[in-house]
């Protein structure tokens, strides 16, 4: 398998402009997580779905974001309009589910700059 | 409100020495413990996960433990080589709560030099 899958590697955009946030989980996963890691705050819980369900997005900073599962394999976050201090690196996870299988497995992340 | 803390925050080493990485958390009730490795550009690698109920895991040249009652894990890395640098980063799961709600902390970043 070729792992979490997410593109684009590098985003550099203007304030106010559209950002969407490609994910392809790791196929069979029932769980997919979205976080953000900045230095100041470290790597932090946005949004997961189980089962392409939103479950839990009471760490999506504001109505600026939402995120979508429209399908098992594919995923999206979406920021409009973008700011300058949404710039950080975006991860997408998966993750077969709890008891010995709760461990995540992370895509190689999405660089995002806002100007 | 749990709270994760890893010191120090970067440490450099000279290739084969043990070396030790902390991480405290602020309430012991949790469920377990993981360790991460993270290299520059690329996502979260999970090295080990401790259950609340063990109190150590090893796999290779790593040795996680795990003293849940006073909040504290150490990750030891025997004989370190340059391929170990990379950023390690804990994070628990709390007790009452999914595997989906880990708290990180913000990482050790370790250099081993040739």
């Known amino acids: 398998d070729a792992g979490v899958i997410q593109s684009p590697r590098h985003e550099v955009t203007e304030m106010g402009q559209e950002v969407t946030l490609r994910c392809k989980p790791i196929?069979?996963?029932?769980?997919l997580f979205w976080y953000r890691q900045t230095m100041m705050r470290g790597l932090e819980l946005l949004i997961y779905?189980?089962?392409?369900?939103?479950?839990?997005d009471s760490g999506m900073p504001e109505d600026r974001f939402s995120a979508k599962m429209p399908n098992a394999s594919f995923s999206t976050l979406k920021i409009q309009p973008s700011e300058p201090r949404d710039s950080a690196v975006y991860f997408c996870?998966?993750?077969?589910?709890?008891?010995?299988?709760?461990?995540?497995?992370f895509g190689s992340g999405t660089q995002l700059s806002v100007l | 409100k749990q709270e994760v803390t890893q010191i120090p925050a970067a440490l450099s080493v000279p290739e084969g020495e043990n070396l030790v990485l902390n991480c405290s958390f602020t309430?012991?009730?949790?469920?377990?413990l993981q360790w991460f490795r993270q290299d520059p550009g690329k996502g979260l690698t999970s090295l080990l996960l401790?259950?609340?109920?063990?109190r150590e895991q090893t796999s290779g040249r790593l040795n996680a433990s795990l003293d849940k009652s006073s909040g504290r894990s150490t990750l030891y890395i025997a004989a370190s080589q340059p391929g170990d640098s990379a950023t390690y980063l804990c994070?628990?799961?709390?007790?009452?709560?999914?595997?989906?709600?880990?708290?990180f902390g913000t990482g050790t970043r370790l250099l081993v030099s040739p």
């Open positions: 996870a998966s993750s077969l589910g709890g008891g010995t299988n709760e461990k995540l497995f």
């Open positions: 196929s069979g996963h029932d769980y």
């Open positions: 779905f189980n089962n392409n369900v939103p479950i839990d």
């Open positions: 309430d012991s009730a949790i469920y377990n």
């Open positions: 401790i259950q609340s109920s063990q």
């Open positions: 994070a628990v799961r709390p007790e009452n709560t999914g595997f989906q709600k880990l708290v």
